[in-house]
Protein backbone atom coordinates (compact mmCIF):
# COMPACT_ATOMS: atom_id res chain seq x y z
CA UNK A 1 0.00 0.00 0.00
CA UNK A 2 0.99 3.84 -0.96
CA UNK A 3 -0.41 7.04 0.57
CA UNK A 4 0.50 10.30 -1.08
CA UNK A 5 0.28 13.60 0.13
CA UNK A 6 0.92 16.93 -1.79
CA UNK A 7 1.91 19.77 -0.61
CA UNK A 8 3.44 22.93 -2.00
CA UNK A 9 -0.08 24.45 -3.93
CA UNK A 10 -1.21 28.05 -3.37
CA UNK A 11 -1.44 31.25 -4.84
CA UNK A 12 0.47 32.48 -7.41
CA UNK A 13 0.40 35.63 -10.37
CA UNK A 14 0.48 34.89 -13.70
CA UNK A 15 4.33 34.24 -14.91
CA UNK A 16 5.22 32.90 -11.64
CA UNK A 17 6.27 29.88 -10.41
CA UNK A 18 5.67 27.26 -7.92
CA UNK A 19 7.42 23.50 -6.96
CA UNK A 20 4.49 21.11 -5.50
CA UNK A 21 6.05 18.05 -3.56
CA UNK A 22 4.27 14.21 -3.59
CA UNK A 23 5.53 12.48 -0.72
CA UNK A 24 4.94 8.57 -0.61
CA UNK A 25 4.13 6.25 2.42
CA UNK A 26 6.63 2.64 2.41
CA UNK A 27 9.75 0.80 0.82
CA UNK A 28 8.32 0.76 -2.60
CA UNK A 29 8.33 4.31 -3.64
CA UNK A 30 11.23 3.69 -6.50
CA UNK A 31 9.42 1.35 -8.13
CA UNK A 32 6.43 2.94 -9.02
CA UNK A 33 6.29 5.60 -12.26
CA UNK A 34 4.86 8.74 -10.21
CA UNK A 35 2.34 11.31 -12.38
CA UNK A 36 0.64 14.00 -12.03
CA UNK A 37 -2.52 15.18 -12.93
CA UNK A 38 -4.78 18.23 -12.43
CA UNK A 39 -8.72 18.73 -12.85
CA UNK A 40 -9.81 22.59 -12.99
CA UNK A 41 -13.40 23.46 -12.30
CA UNK A 42 -16.03 22.00 -14.01
CA UNK A 43 -13.21 19.93 -16.09
CA UNK A 44 -12.32 16.62 -16.13
CA UNK A 45 -8.88 15.41 -14.67
CA UNK A 46 -6.52 15.37 -17.08
CA UNK A 47 -2.98 14.38 -17.04
CA UNK A 48 0.02 16.49 -16.96
CA UNK A 49 2.98 14.58 -16.80
CA UNK A 50 4.73 11.17 -15.28
CA UNK A 51 8.26 10.17 -14.71
CA UNK A 52 8.95 6.16 -14.83
CA UNK A 53 10.45 4.33 -12.25
CA UNK A 54 13.15 2.27 -14.17
CA UNK A 55 14.86 5.18 -15.89
CA UNK A 56 13.28 8.31 -14.55
CA UNK A 57 12.56 9.66 -18.12
CA UNK A 58 9.54 12.03 -18.22
CA UNK A 59 6.81 13.04 -20.26
CA UNK A 60 4.25 15.73 -20.40
CA UNK A 61 0.95 16.97 -21.49
CA UNK A 62 1.73 19.26 -24.52
CA UNK A 63 -0.30 22.12 -22.57
CA UNK A 64 2.67 22.06 -19.84
CA UNK A 65 5.94 20.95 -22.12
CA UNK A 66 8.62 23.50 -21.76
CA UNK A 67 7.22 25.09 -18.55
CA UNK A 68 6.69 22.05 -15.96
CA UNK A 69 9.39 19.60 -15.25
CA UNK A 70 8.78 16.28 -12.78
CA UNK A 71 11.67 15.30 -11.15
CA UNK A 72 12.20 12.23 -8.44
CA UNK A 73 14.42 11.97 -5.12
CA UNK A 74 13.93 7.75 -4.45
CA UNK A 75 15.40 7.90 -0.89
CA UNK A 76 13.44 10.71 0.11
CA UNK A 77 10.11 8.91 -1.47
CA UNK A 78 9.63 12.23 -3.15
CA UNK A 79 7.88 13.32 -6.64
CA UNK A 80 8.33 16.81 -7.58
CA UNK A 81 6.22 19.08 -10.20
CA UNK A 82 8.17 22.80 -11.44
CA UNK A 83 6.25 24.21 -12.49
CA UNK A 84 7.50 27.99 -14.64
CA UNK A 85 5.81 30.50 -16.78
CA UNK A 86 2.08 29.44 -14.78
CA UNK A 87 -0.65 30.71 -16.52
CA UNK A 88 -4.42 31.43 -15.58
CA UNK A 89 -5.53 28.30 -17.45
CA UNK A 90 -3.34 26.23 -14.96
CA UNK A 91 -5.54 26.88 -11.99
CA UNK A 92 -6.54 23.76 -10.65
CA UNK A 93 -6.14 20.75 -8.11
CA UNK A 94 -3.12 19.14 -8.50
CA UNK A 95 -3.34 15.43 -7.72
CA UNK A 96 -0.22 12.90 -7.41
CA UNK A 97 -0.69 9.24 -8.14
CA UNK A 98 1.40 6.17 -8.41
CA UNK A 99 1.13 3.06 -10.50
CA UNK A 100 1.44 -0.40 -9.65
CA UNK A 101 5.14 -1.71 -9.55
CA UNK A 102 6.94 -2.05 -12.51
CA UNK A 103 4.56 -0.61 -14.69
CA UNK A 104 5.52 2.35 -17.62
CA UNK A 105 2.37 4.44 -16.81
CA UNK A 106 1.03 6.31 -19.27
CA UNK A 107 -1.26 9.53 -19.48
CA UNK A 108 -4.46 7.28 -18.71
CA UNK A 109 -5.99 7.68 -15.27
CA UNK A 110 -6.16 4.02 -15.20
CA UNK A 111 -2.70 2.85 -15.11
CA UNK A 112 -2.61 4.64 -11.51
CA UNK A 113 -3.45 2.81 -8.48
CA UNK A 114 -2.55 4.99 -5.76
CA UNK A 115 -4.01 8.67 -5.67
CA UNK A 116 -2.75 11.80 -3.15
CA UNK A 117 -5.77 13.48 -1.80
CA UNK A 118 -4.72 16.98 -4.19
CA UNK A 119 -3.72 20.58 -3.26
CA UNK A 120 -4.85 23.42 -4.88
CA UNK A 121 -2.98 25.87 -7.41
CA UNK A 122 -4.11 28.97 -8.65
CA UNK A 123 -3.08 31.43 -11.11
CA UNK A 124 -4.48 35.17 -10.78
CA UNK A 125 -4.06 37.28 -14.13
Known amino acids: QVQLVESGGGLVQAGGSLRLSCAASGRTFSSHTMGWFRQAPGKEREFVGSIRWSDSSSTYADSVKGRFTISRDNPKKTVYLQMNSLKPEDTAVYYC??????????????????WGQGTQVTVSS
Open 97 to 114: AATARFTSGSDSEIQYVY
